[in-house]
């Protein structure tokens, strides 16, 4: 809970700051990213949770990551640093999930019965 915590507040912080930002397309961009990578959180959750698909929510994080990663660089690093920087622990913290993630699927595979 702590970490799902954190991560409305890194992505209210990250959103604070750009709706300080005048309007440009990159800050359109930025927003739609971001929007996209909530989104994708949340099917995460329902592949992991819900259904139990363990192989579907690792394969879910791969692109996941990706787009954190392409906000970071082509984006916040450009258009506000603070708010990049407040994405940055998430980031670190990504690397370390999709590990998890990847483990606990390789550890909870079905037993193949020949």
Known sequence: MVIGALY????????????????SPGRTAAFAMIGAIMFVNALWDYFFFRTRNLFHA??????????AISLFLLLLLR????????????????????VWSYRTW???RPERID
């Open 58 to 67: 690792y394969l879910l994080g791969l692109p996941y990551g990706a787009l």
């Open 79 to 98: 258009l506000d640093r603070i708010a990049a920087w407040c994405l940055f622990p998430y980031l670190l913290y990504l690397f370390y999930a999709n």
């Open 8 to 23: 409305y507040v890194i992505c209210f912080s990250v959103l604070y700051r750009l709706f300080l930002l005048p309007s």
């Open 106 to 108: 390789k550890l909870n």
